[in-house]
């Protein structure tokens, strides 16, 4: 079945630091695949997204490229904010099982001013 | 525009009664999901309608979880005799038709604690 390996957390960083947050998949076929974002007190968001390979998503600062010969989307950012901080997930979906997104467990960032 | 809401916000029960949690999907969504988020994991799916029919049902742990959407538009889970493992944040998404490269729209979810 679909999986979704996320870099584990917590993650911690000063302000206008390098982010990187590793994401790696196993699917069937080639899936879509997602960053959703839940910031402190909120409900999960879209981030960013790419639907096939070698595609580039970016939001906010945020990048993340569709690497299928790596089954990667690891998500990046030049220089965080304190603003950044909350819990980033990981997730496809893929053509066989349209409905049924699988989300990686999460990875908390914490940005210090 | 309104977003996809959730009711009630928090849900406590005791283990063996029943629990019912609603979603209101965006407008004009067809497509609407549940998930389930224990704490420190990632949503995992439960049951996702296109329109009326549940057309993929295969994330339900076991016949106490039921889910409907009679109309196409609001949707029920229904939990019967619950238990304490039954304990986390329900949450609901909808789509505009469901396709594999959409964005799902999440609500704030249900938490639910089953003492």
């Known amino acids: 079945g679909n999986s979704v390996t996320q870099m584990e957390g917590p993650v911690t960083l000063s302000e206008e630091a390098f982010l990187t947050i590793n994401c790696t998949y196993t699917?069937?076929?080639?899936?879509?695949l997602f960053w959703y974002v839940q910031y402190p007190g909120e409900g999960l968001q879209l981030l960013l997204k790419a639907t096939k390979a070698d595609d580039k998503g970016s939001n906010k600062g945020f990048e993340a490229t569709y690497r299928k010969e790596t089954t990667s989307f690891h998500l990046e950012k030049g220089s965080v904010q304190v603003s950044d901080s909350a819990v980033y997930f990981c997730?496809?979906?893929?053509?066989?099982?349209?409905?049924?997104?699988?989300f990686g467990d999460g990875t908390t960032l914490t940005v210090k001013p | 525009g309104a977003g996809v809401s959730q009711t009630p916000s928090n849900k406590v029960t005791e283990k063996g009664k029943y629990v019912e949690l609603r979603c209101d999907p965006i407008s004009g969504h067809t497509a609407l999901y549940w998930y389930r988020q224990s704490l420190g994991q990632g949503p995992e799916f439960l049951i996702y309608f296109q329109g009326t029919g549940a057309a993929d049902d295969s994330g339900l742990p076991n016949d106490r979880f039921f889910a409907v959407r009679p109309e196409g538009s609001v949707s029920t889970l229904k939990i019967q005799r619950t238990e304490r493992g039954d304990s986390a944040v329900y949450l609901c998404a909808s789509s505009l038709r469901g396709g594999p490269g959409e964005t799902q729209y999440f609500g704030p979810g249900t938490r639910l604690l089953v003492l």
């Open positions: 997730a496809l979906s893929d053509r066989t099982n349209a409905g049924k997104s699988t």
């Open positions: 699917a069937t076929g080639y899936p879509s």
